[in-house]
């Protein structure tokens, strides 16, 4: 059975806004249990934007259920069966560091938000990134994370 803390169930949330509607998430089994968990604490659109693989959503759940998510453990499993199924990572787009949003920079690369913030206040103070070494000299961010992130970024 899987074992996941109410915190890193929330993480899955950070990439998705509550304001959804739920016609505009797909249907099946678990979206209920998706829209219960996923918008407790963040936007539904934010949980969902962030796909990725089956370990990197069981990551990001015991992450959320660890900052206090609330739900069954039926109705995590349920959630996390519908992340994996309906938001695989093989659909992840690459970001743009140098136009993402905040939220984008939050899902995409699975950054905090001091962190996307202080990857847009670096970029509007000294320009464009060039390069994966220009992104690595952003305070607040690990040089080793950014280059494990290398294949989802791009300038």
Same mark, same amino acid.
């Given at each position: 059975? @899987?074992?996941? =803390?109410?915190?890193? $169930?929330? *993480?899955?949330? @950070?990439? *998705? !806004? /509550?304001?959804? #509607?739920?016609?505009? +998430?797909?249907?099946?089994?678990?979206?209920?249990?998706?829209?219960?968990?996923? /918008?407790?604490?963040?936007?539904?659109?934010? /949980?969902?934007?962030?796909?990725?693989?089956?370990?990197?959503?069981?990551?990001?759940?015991?992450?959320? *259920?660890?900052?206090? #998510?609330?739900? !069954?453990?039926?109705?995590?499993? #349920?959630? $996390?069966?519908? %992340?994996?199924?309906?938001?695989?990572?093989?659909?992840?787009?690459? *970001?743009?560091?140098? !136009?993402? !949003?905040?939220?984008?920079?939050?899902?995409? @690369?699975?950054?905090?938000? /001091?962190?996307?913030?202080?990857?847009?206040?670096?970029?509007?103070?000294?320009?464009? $990134?060039?390069? +994966?070494?220009?992104?690595?000299?952003?305070?607040? @961010?690990?040089?080793?994370?950014?280059?494990?992130?290398?294949?989802? %970024? =791009? $300038?």
């Amino acid at each position: 059975m @899987l074992l996941l =803390t109410r915190a890193a $169930f929330l *993480v899955a949330a @950070l990439g *998705v !806004t /509550s304001g959804i #509607a739920s016609a505009q +998430i797909p249907d099946g089994l678990g979206r209920l249990e998706t829209q219960k968990v996923c /918008s407790q604490c963040h936007e539904l659109e934010r /949980s969902v934007s962030l796909r990725q693989d089956r370990d990197g959503w069981k990551a990001t759940m015991n992450k959320m *259920v660890s900052l206090g #998510a609330q739900g !069954t453990e039926e109705e995590f499993e #349920a959630a $996390f069966e519908y %992340l994996v199924r309906n938001y695989p990572a093989e659909q992840v787009p690459r *970001v743009n560091v140098n !136009t993402a !949003t905040a939220i984008e920079l939050e899902a995409g @690369l699975t950054l905090r938000r /001091s962190q996307s913030a202080a990857v847009i206040a670096y970029r509007t103070k000294n320009g464009p $990134f060039k390069s +994966i070494e220009d992104l690595k000299k952003v305070p607040g @961010l690990d040089p080793a994370y950014i280059d494990s992130k290398k294949h989802r %970024l =791009t $300038f």
